[in-house]
């Protein structure tokens, strides 16, 4: 076929097996492509949490930027470090099928959370810290950066008991222990174990490839939990977890908002047909700023204000 399609992606082992994956699901439809791995900011700073850096789309902005300026044709990304706000002039032309969505805990021995006595977990996320804190309120939290493999070797050098991560990276790469605990119970973020992948709006000859990668119920799941995060969110990083899963054509939406500490916690289940699917996620966003959710969106900007 007529280009060579220059993939772009992180240079973390879990970027570049996603981006591979793309690479292989091209080249079996008759596409040329090379790969051009790219550090991002969210890769090199690593003595402060996410949060803290002020930036949307920190793992993403790199790999932008080198897509509008033409040095790569198509970025591949984990969808949930996307924001919910694609930079003018790119398209999401491929959400690949799903993996699994869940959270584990990777620990030194899981008898801890049988007990009352005190325990220290380490995660970079925002969401999953409040969560923990939620369910184990006399556990310490402690932030945890780095690409899946650097945050492995840092759980082994220190003395927590364990550290959160997604279950589908450790898995792509083959790094899940299978001691794992595998937190059922904790509503995952907005489109994780999703892949995608995205083009400069223009590029009629990617974005005719990559749309034969597109997974229609990825993208609709996908789609209504940024949504949810989207309305509630309004620019700011909060402890937002969000699942829509298929069963028999029905949609079953699950979203929960917390308070930084853990403390509060709103949620909201709901069940429609797929075909009414449209607009889900926002309006399971506006009943719950309608029910608390407004007012404890200002108290985290207001947190997050001091803490910057």
């Given at each position: 076929m007529s280009k060579i399609i220059k993939i772009g992606t992180r240079d973390s082992e879990l970027a570049l097996w996603q981006a591979t994956t793309v690479q292989?699901?091209?080249?079996?439809?008759?596409?040329?492509?090379?790969?051009?791995?790219?550090?991002?900011?969210?890769?090199?700073?690593?003595?402060?949490?996410?949060?803290?850096l002020g930036i949307t789309g920190i793992f993403t902005k790199t790999l932008d930027i080198a897509l509008l300026k033409g040095q790569i044709?198509?970025?591949?990304?984990?969808?949930?470090?996307?924001?919910?706000?694609?930079?003018?002039?790119?398209?999401?032309?491929?959400?690949?099928?799903?993996?699994?969505?869940?959270?584990?805990l990777v620990h030194k021995g899981a008898g801890f959370l049988e007990s009352n006595s005190p325990a220290t977990i380490a995660t970079g996320s925002l969401r999953r810290k409040a969560q923990w804190l939620h369910k184990y309120p006399s556990h310490k939290v402690v932030d945890l950066r780095g690409n899946v493999n650097t945050r492995l070797i840092k759980l082994i050098e220190n003395?927590?008991?364990?550290?959160?991560?997604?279950?589908?990276?450790?898995?792509?790469?083959?790094l899940l222990p299978k001691d794992a605990v595998v937190l059922d119970w904790m509503v995952p973020a907005p489109a994780q174990g999703a892949m995608v992948v995205v083009a400069q709006k223009d590029d009629a000859f990617?974005?005719?490839?990559?749309?034969?990668?597109?997974?229609?119920?990825?993208?609709?799941?996908?789609?209504?939990?940024?949504?949810?995060?989207?309305?509630?969110?309004?620019?700011?990083?909060?402890?937002?977890?969000?699942l829509a899963q298929f069963e028999d054509q029905t949609v079953h939406f699950e979203g929960v908002l917390f308070s930084l500490d853990g403390k509060q916690r709103l949620a909201i289940q709901k069940s429609v047909p797929q075909k009414e699917a449209k607009g889900l996620g926002e309006k399971c966003a506006k009943e719950i700023l309608s029910k608390g959710g407004d007012k404890l969106m200002q108290e985290i900007r207001n947190e997050n204000s001091a803490l910057h």
């Open positions: 292989e699901k091209l080249e079996t439809l008759g596409y040329d492509t090379t790969l051009v791995p790219i550090k991002s900011t969210g890769d090199e700073v690593l003595d402060k949490p996410l949060y803290e044709d198509i970025a591949v990304h984990s969808m949930k470090d996307v924001p919910t706000q694609l930079p003018k002039g790119i398209v999401q032309v491929a959400v690949l099928e799903r993996a699994i969505s869940h959270d584990i003395d927590w008991q364990g550290a959160i991560f997604a279950q589908a990276g450790l898995e792509r790469i083959k990617s974005i005719k490839a990559l749309q034969k990668l597109n997974d229609p119920n990825s993208e609709l799941g996908t789609s209504i939990e940024r949504e949810f995060l989207r309305t509630l969110e309004g620019g700011c990083t909060a402890p937002i977890g969000a």
